[in-house]
């Protein structure tokens, strides 16, 4: 059964960081673009980031564009989201998605498959 695992949320202080990390399990994300996103209770979900199937192409949302830092190890079959210098309005539920394209894009109705979501709350 195709998972997606994300973990690593938590509470941060503002200014601070953390690593959010997607696991897959049931298939090889060799073959997939992954994308993160973020939800805030009743808003619309938003794209924060992608990269693309080898690696080679990432998106970043101007939001969070010098701060968040997208990767991959294929090897290890898991996507990361570094975020760093954290603030406040980073407050959300994260999710990953994966979409089975070599295209990394941002816009939700693109992917297929997503994880659970893990809740960062930026807060002192």
């Known amino acids: 059964q195709l998972q997606l695992v994300e973990s690593g949320g938590g509470l941060v202080q503002p200014g601070g960081s953390l690593r959010l990390s997607c696991a897959a399990s049931?298939?090889?994300?060799?073959?997939?673009?992954i994308g993160w996103f973020r939800q805030a209770p009743g808003k619309e979900r938003e794209g924060v980031s992608c990269?693309?199937?080898?690696?080679?192409?990432?998106n970043l949302a101007d939001s969070v564009k010098g701060r968040f830092t997208i990767s991959r190890d294929n090897a290890k079959n898991t996507v990361y989201l570094q975020m760093n210098s954290l603030k406040p309005e980073d407050t959300f539920v994260y999710y990953c998605?994966?979409?089975?394209?070599?295209?990394?894009?941002?816009?939700?109705?693109?992917?297929?498959?997503w994880g659970q979501g893990t809740q960062v709350t930026v807060s002192s």
């Open positions: 998605a994966a979409r089975h394209s070599p295209s990394c894009t941002r816009y939700v109705s693109a992917y297929n498959y």
């Open positions: 990269i693309s199937s080898s690696g080679s192409s990432t």
């Open positions: 049931g298939f090889t994300l060799d073959y997939y673009t």
